[in-house]
Nanobody
Framework: QVQLAESGGGLVQAGGSLRLSCAAS????????MGWFRQAPGKEREFVAA????????GYADSVKGRFTISRDNAKNTVYLQMNSLKPEDTAVYYC????????????????????WGQGTQVTVSS
């Protein structure tokens, strides 16, 4: 069982920045590919960014490419999402998720492939 806890959300003006963190329980964090997803009211949960177990491979949704950066610190069992140049359309609840089946340099963008989820953290970007 893996427990994930997001933090770092809040209210920010358009153009501002936030850094989300996701802390994982357990001693096998380095075996999980990790992803960030978001869900706005009335919309489906969508992929934002993902990182492989080793951290050597990353992927981003087109809507955040060049603005968001995913990273991980396996010694701290934590994955991060640095969000810059935020836009009102980035407003959503942000979730981190763990994929326990991915190979070392792989990741997936599919919501259904992730095994564990955090409770989410609200990000609100005002115009």
């Amino acid at each position: 069982q893996v427990q994930l806890a997001e933090s770092g959300g809040g209210l920010v003006q358009a153009g501002g920045s936030l850094r989300l963190s996701c802390a994982a329980s357990g001693r096998t964090f380095s075996r999980y590919a990790m992803g960030w997803f978001r869900q706005a009211p009335g919309k489906e949960r969508e992929f934002v960014a993902a990182i492989s177990r080793s951290g050597g491979s990353t992927g981003y949704a087109d809507s955040v490419k060049g603005r968001f950066t995913i990273s991980r610190d396996n010694a701290k069992n934590t994955v991060y999402l640095q969000m810059n140049s935020l836009k009102p359309e980035d407003t959503a609840v942000y979730y981190c998720a763990a994929d326990v089946r991915r190979s070392t340099y792989d990741y997936t963008t599919s919501v259904s492939e992730y095994d564990y989820w955090g409770q989410g953290t609200q990000v609100t970007v005002s115009s």
